[in-house]
């Protein structure tokens, strides 16, 4: 009986399940950028670049199969978008890494805020993809939760910016303000491709209703 359920059992969405691979692979980079950002070790700038690469791999994969097929149960440019805007999450993370080492930044609170709040959006995106086929409106409210996270992070981007200018105005401490600037700015990028993948997820509910 058992055999016969799973034999007229419907297969999952090739393409949900590419999305629910990268949306993890990039909720893990994530997590890796916020263990680096405590312990800013080789270690962990190793894993986010591991992670980075997984998550490109399944994207190359998502969007050949994409081009490949005819018909798809989601709109194609949604299922497109939704992966670039995945994508550029853990690519920002990745490059924020890359930046603190070139720059020579240490990590400090602002960054650390940012990044916890980075896991909780990153995380409503993914279990949003996870529920986007069998409860649409549940992932709908994730996709709303995330988008929250982006403006908790916008609010601690310019608390940030603001206590750049409450630095002594040296040309020391500008040149210092000038690259933590820089490494904000990437993750107030991360957060704002969180806010558009939130908008792609949203969009998608609305079309299977």
């Known amino acids: 009986m058992g055999f016969l359920k799973n034999l007229f059992k419907p297969k999952p969405n090739k393409f949900l399940v590419l999305l629910e691979k990268q949306s993890k692979l990039t909720l893990q980079g994530v997590e890796a950028l916020v263990e680096y950002l405590d312990d800013p070790t080789e270690e962990w700038a190793n894993k986010i670049n591991k992670l980075e690469k997984e998550a490109d791999e399944v994207r190359r994969i998502l969007i050949e199969d994409l081009n490949q097929t005819f018909v798809t149960p989601i709109d194609r440019e949604d299922i497109h ?6 994508d550029d999450i853990i690519d920002y993370a990745y490059s924020t890494v890359g930046e603190m080492d070139i720059l020579n930044v240490a ?5 650390r805020r940012i990044a916890s709040l980075l896991v909780e959006a990153t995380n409503e995106i993914y279990l949003g993809v996870l529920r986007l086929a069998d409860h649409p409106g549940v992932a709908e409210d994730h996709a709303m939760r995330a988008k929250a996270m982006e403006n908790r992070v916008e609010w601690v981007y310019r608390e940030a910016l603001g206590a750049l200018f409450q630095m002594p105005q040296d040309v020391e401490h500008v040149v210092e303000m000038l690259k933590l600037r820089e490494i904000y700015r990437h993750l107030s ?3 704002d491709q969180g806010d558009a993948a939130a908008n792609v997820l949203g969009d998608i509910v609305v079309k299977m209703s």
């Open 189 to 191: 990028n991360a957060a």
């Open 107 to 111: 990590p400090n609170d602002f960054m």
């Open 81 to 86: 978008a939704l992966s670039r805007n995945i």
